[in-house]
């Protein structure tokens, strides 16, 4: 599969679950990030990983908690979430160098739902 | 911080005319100014960007500006059509390092009546 791909496509999970959303990306980029899309906001950011270290966590609760094993996968566990958190998780990659560096490519995304 | 401003928030002309939407931003450092496109249900695409060591760039039917002394930067899109109805996002991005970092405009919602 190319491009940026995440699973799950949907999660509806209850506030004392604990799960995680996965990206993976087959584009050869070194940057990973994950935004939070909710109804009339722009994009948030929220976590910047550069080759699989963590270089931006624009103030994000603990109950988000971002892993990445390598340049090429990215994970968010969530737990003890709160309704407000429901949203479009969307992770993206991009490439850290060369002509096209910052051109960030987009999964997605995973509607979350939290009850 | 970055602080980024799109207007308008929703826009909606004839199919043919064309579409202007405008961002500013307020860090003069920043360097890379590039366009998304938002189909409903759909991932955000990047259609056109531009880096601050051009004033004008142009892919067919679209096109995007930039005056960096103004700290201002321009979506045109000209014979729209209804495939382009959509939601639109500006960002722009500052660097710092090896640290690159994307700050989006609130989106403007496109509709081009058939």
């Known amino acids: 599969e190319t491009g940026v791909t995440q699973t799950p496509r949907h999660l509806v999970m209850g506030m004392t679950n604990k799960k995680s959303l996965k990206c993976e990306q087959h584009?050869?980029?070194?940057?990973m990030y994950w935004y939070k899309q909710s109804a009339k906001k722009p994009l948030e950011l929220m976590f910047v990983y550069n080759f699989k270290e963590q270089t931006e966590n624009n103030s994000v609760p603990s109950r988000f908690s971002p892993e990445c094993p390598n340049s090429s996968h990215l994970f968010l566990h969530l737990h003890t979430l709160q309704p407000e958190d429901s949203a479009l998780y969307l992770c993206a990659s991009s490439p850290l160098g060369g002509p096209s560096y910052n051109e960030q490519f987009f999964g997605p995304g995973t509607r979350l739902t939290v009850l | 911080g970055e602080n980024v401003e799109q207007h308008p928030s929703t826009l909606s002309v004839q199919e043919g005319d064309s579409a202007v939407i405008k961002c500013t931003y307020s860090d003069s450092a920043s360097n890379y100014f590039p366009w998304y496109k938002q189909e409903l249900g759909k991932r955000p695409q990047l259609i056109i960007d531009i880096r601050s060591n051009v004033g004008e760039k142009k892919d067919q039917r679209i096109a995007v500006t930039l005056n960096k002394t103004a700290k201002h930067f321009s979506l045109h899109i000209t014979e729209t059509q209804p495939e382009d109805s959509a939601v639109y996002f500006c960002a722009a991005s500052t660097s710092g390092g090896s640290n690159y970092k994307l700050t989006f405009g609130k989106g403007t919602l496109l509709t081009v009546n058939p």
């Open positions: 584009l050869g980029h070194n940057a």
